[in-house]
């Protein structure tokens, strides 16, 4: 191996040390009864709120929906995870004091193994704990809501603004990948007589923009806080966005956020987009709470004539069944789903060509 991959190896050895004196990640909660946002940092071995008395909080807020008590000794990934961190430092080292191309080679696959089953695992364990809910016991009860936080990024959950990013310690494990990965690339470009300056000084920095790619591939997938004084534009129709009522987004796969100032005009996009929209997420918003989303998919839907809409259509999204039921009372109209949505939007647009 080259000196300086050797080098880089040690120093991603150093770089995951503040894995176990900072958090790896930060969930953060805001809502109308929380100004100030409740919140956990999950370690490497343990998971604590970000304030005194947060993980108590959230536990009893959890109970209201059905949600188990997140307890960190249930969770037996933590008791193993400063082990396995320790083993890849350990594994570095060796690499940097061997110099063997093949150490090197095999200390990077296990170390891409073992941050992928962390990513796959954390992600299970927000997807149990949001999904597998104790209803019959709940006091609160929204049929089809899910309470998963994202991975990376926001999502709007009831009344709370979920946010989850990397703390210290997970940037810190960003880096030491990064640092990997330069060295990974460098032996494997490696020749004899052709290892340039020139490439010695591209490669980290096609690694830093390889992990910057890869953070945004994991970001926002949400939709996002839309301003209604006028400063944003349907996509379709060209309105201005003004009614907190109406607003509806469509996030794409590469996280393009689409605008839209109604259920319809969105509706109308993907009936006439098709396949190149179905890798997007659509949103709608809650009539029964202004300005806030969610998504078409999971929404229940009603249309009601004597409601002036922006497009005049009359469509209504609410989060949950009971929602909508007491809107068709007070309102009329028909109950519908989103697909019973779009589908009259693709026969809308198909009368209209002939």
């Known amino acids: 191996m080259l000196t300086r991959s050797r080098l880089l190896v040690a120093l991603a050895a150093v770089a995951l040390l503040p894995m176990y004196l900072f958090p790896l990640w930060r969930i953060s909660l805001i809502a109308p009864q929380y100004p100030e946002g409740i919140g956990m940092h999950i370690h490497l ?29 249930a969770i037996p990934e933590l008791a193993w995870m400063p082990w396995i961190v320790a083993g890849i430092v350990g594994g570095a080292l060796l690499v940097a004091a061997a110099g063997r191309r093949g150490l090197l080679y095999g200390w990077f696959a296990v170390f891409v193994a073992a941050a992928t089953a962390g990513l796959v695992d954390f992600w299970w364990w927000t997807y149990d704990y949001g999904h597998h809910l104790d209803y019959e016991h709940a ?28 703390s210290w310690g997970g940037v810190a494990a ?12 460098w032996e494997w470009r490696r020749r004899p007589g052709r290892a340039t300056r020139r490439s010695a000084a591209v490669t980290p920095i096609t690694s830093a923009a390889v992990l910057l790619l890869f953070l945004a591939a994991c970001g926002r997938a949400e939709a996002r ?3 209604y004084d006028g400063t944003e534009s349907c996509d ?10 109406y607003g509806a987004e469509l996030v794409t796969r590469t996280g393009k956020v689409l605008v839209f100032d109604s259920i319809e005009c969105l509706a109308g996009y993907l009936s006439a987009a098709g396949d190149a929209a179905r890798d997007g997420r659509a949103w709608v918003t809650d009539f029964t709470r202004p300005g806030t989303f969610v998504r078409a998919d999971s929404a229940w839907l009603l249309r009601s004539p004597g409601r002036a809409s ?9 989060a949950s069944e009971a929602s909508r039921d007491r809107l068709q009372r ?22 209209d060509a002939h």
């Not at 709120?49 to 188990?68: A, P, S, T, V």
């Not at 960003?174 to 690339?185: E, H, I, K, Y």
């Open 45 to 73: 071995g343990t998971i604590a709120g970000i304030k005194e008395h947060d993980l108590e909080n959230i536990n009893q807020l959890n109970h209201y929906i059905g949600m188990r008590v997140i307890d960190p000794h």
């Open 139 to 166: 006091i609160i009860k929204v049929p089809g809501m899910v309470y998963q936080p994202p991975i990376i990024g926001t999502r709007q959950i009831l009344n709370f603004h979920a946010s989850s990013w990397p």
């Open 174 to 185: 960003f880096v030491a990948m990064a640092l990997a990965v330069t060295a990974v690339v």
């Open 225 to 227: 806080t839309l301003a």
């Open 236 to 245: 379709v129709c060209r309105m201005a966005v003004t009614d907190r009522r």
């Open 310 to 318: 922006p497009m005049g259509r009359g469509l209504l999204a609410t």
């Open 330 to 351: 007070e309102l009329g109209g028909d109950a519908l789903t989103w697909r019973d949505v779009v589908a009259q939007a693709a026969a809308d647009r198909h009368a």
